[in-house]
């Protein structure tokens, strides 16, 4: 003991001697004042046992257990350690939990199809220190199937609709939609999980606005409240879907938790990534992206279901998913790839509307050709300013744009023929009144008929009108058939829009 004194106060005065300077005039420092005062100080007691060691006991730690080293053998229990929302007891769990345990099948194609995305949930939702309940939530809103789309639009693993998405930047375009996106969609449901549980206060509550929409539970609990009735989930008064919405989560959470209880096999997955995300600095094929990772390629799209078109933009979607050992195979492929150009597609954008036919002749195509890839149903004209995928025309042309790449858009307009009708004028005819009574506009009028848009016809004139197919049958007017002409190239003018019927409704918007 002695010896470990003499230590200590051989130290302390090295210490000392190390830390004392003199200033220029002779004085010492402000560091050598802080070191003597220090030592002026009673000395602190001594860290050195002063006995034999003894084990510490249970009951003199500062918590009553301590956490594991030992990682958790694999992602279900690790998604069972991080369980930390209230559970529910009611009939609604017992159903559902009896409805998932008589579907194994079901529930095995949902469980393995999970596998390639559940390692990444759960780690975004311990790092946000959020229940890993949340983990589940995907098994209730797609089964796990990114390319889920609901009759109400909603799409994606978490089943967001196009105006949610855009609102959590979610980028919906002709070449990408990020609602489908692993990594995308993801942090945007737990953001938006995150801002419901911050207004509400109650995961359960959350949960039901993530379904219904935050203002209907809004006005539910303000319901309540003014009723005096109780304010917790079962509380509300709710449509069938959102009544039922947690109580399916409880159950598919009773059967993760105990399986052998359900008779329920979950597939081994373990407690490691499943993929890496690899950065783009070309635009890629999508089939050749496959290849070079040596991934097949329905795989390859499990990963990256956000893709739209055969071509991957770098200026876009700048990163790809691939399984983890398969993102070094593509780095070292793509790095050694010799063949020419890395991507057979580009982007063009129709300078005016035109069919579909005049688009594929502009871009050297043909129409079927061009309607397969882009997706363009019969009988449609494409707008002006749409941005289509066409073939590139050499390997030296440049990538697509970022701008293109995020923003571009296909729009499609009826392809509606017409038919060049001879009508007279009446009495007082004018070019407003004749346009008014046809459903077309003054401009189209005087245009097709050489006079300004005031302009009055005398009684009995020639007007030239050109007039949907189907309309023309009810016009009364008298046709002169030497003069008729089918005209498909200039589109009628769209009739008047009629305003939509307005009704409440209770039903959960899937607004997703």
Not at 379 to 407: C, E, F, W, Y
Request: proline share 8%.
């Amino acid at each position: 003991m002695k010896k470990y004194k003499l230590l200590a106060l051989t130290a302390t005065l090295a210490l000392a001697g190390c830390a004392t300077t003199m200033g220029p005039d002779g004085t010492a420092t402000v560091e050598s004042r802080e070191v003597a005062a220090a030592q002026a100080k009673p000395p602190l007691p001594s860290v050195f046992p002063d006995g034999p060691l003894s084990a510490i006991q249970p009951s003199e730690l500062s918590s009553p257990s301590v956490a594991s080293l030992e990682p958790p053998p694999d992602l279900w229990a690790r998604i069972r350690r991080g369980f930390a929302m209230p559970n529910i007891e009611n009939d609604l769990v017992r159903t559902h939990e009896q409805w998932y345990a008589t579907r194994p099948d079901y529930m095995q194609r949902m469980t393995d199809r999970s596998r390639k995305y559940l390692f990444h949930i759960v780690e975004e939702l311990e790092r946000r220190n959020m229940p890993t309940e949340l983990a589940l939530l995907p098994f209730i809103e797609s089964a796990f199937n990114p390319q889920a789309v609901s009759s109400a639009r909603a799409a994606g693993m978490w089943q967001f609709m196009p105006a949610t998405g855009k609102d959590y930047d979610l980028k919906q375009n002709v070449f990408r939609d990020d609602r489908r996106s692993v990594l995308q969609s993801t942090r945007a449901a737990l953001d938006y999980l995150q801002r419901l549980y911050g207004m509400f206060g109650d995961w359960h509550l959350a949960l039901a606005a993530y379904n219904w929409g935050e203002g209907n539970v809004s006005r539910a609990l303000a319901r309540n409240q003014q009723r005096g009735a109780g304010t917790g989930y079962n509380d509300l008064s709710m449509p069938a879907e959102t009544r039922n919405y947690v109580p399916k989560l409880q159950a598919v959470k009773n059967i993760i938790t105990s399986p052998d209880q359900f008779r329920a096999e979950l597939p081994l997955i373990d407690n490691h990534p499943y993929f890496q995300s690899v950065t783009l600095t070309r635009d890629l094929d999508v089939e050749l992206a496959a290849r070079l990772a040596d991934v097949p390629i329905d795989d390859f799209k499990a990963l990256n279901p956000q893709l739209n078109r055969p071509v991957i933009l770098a200026a876009g979607t700048g990163q790809i998913l691939l399984p983890w050992d398969n993102a070094t195979v593509f780095k070292r492929n793509f790095e050694a790839y010799d063949q020419g150009r890395y991507a057979s597609w580009t982007a063009w954008s129709a300078p005016s509307t035109m069919s579909v036919a005049e688009a594929a002749r502009r871009v050297g195509w043909t129409e079927n050709e061009l309607r397969t890839v882009n997706t363009i149903p019969p009988r449609m004209l494409i707008k002006a300013g749409s941005v289509l995928i066409v073939p590139r025309r050499g390997a030296t042309q440049s990538d697509v744009a970022g701008h293109v790449a995020d923003n571009g858009q296909l729009s499609l307009a009826p392809e509606i023929a017409t038919r060049r009708t001879v009508v007279r004028a009446g009495k007082h005819e004018t070019v407003g009144s004749i346009a008014r009574r046809y459903k077309l506009s003054p401009a189209q009028v005087a245009d097709w008929n050489d006079v300004g848009s005031s302009a009055a016809f005398k009684p009995g004139q020639q007007v030239v009108l050109h007039l949907p197919v189907r309309n023309t049958a009810r016009a009364p007017v008298r046709v002169n058939s030497r003069n008729v002409k089918q005209v498909s190239s200039r589109p009628a003018a769209k009739p008047a829009a009629q305003k939509p019927a307005t009704s409440k409704s209770t039903t959960p918007k899937k607004h997703r």
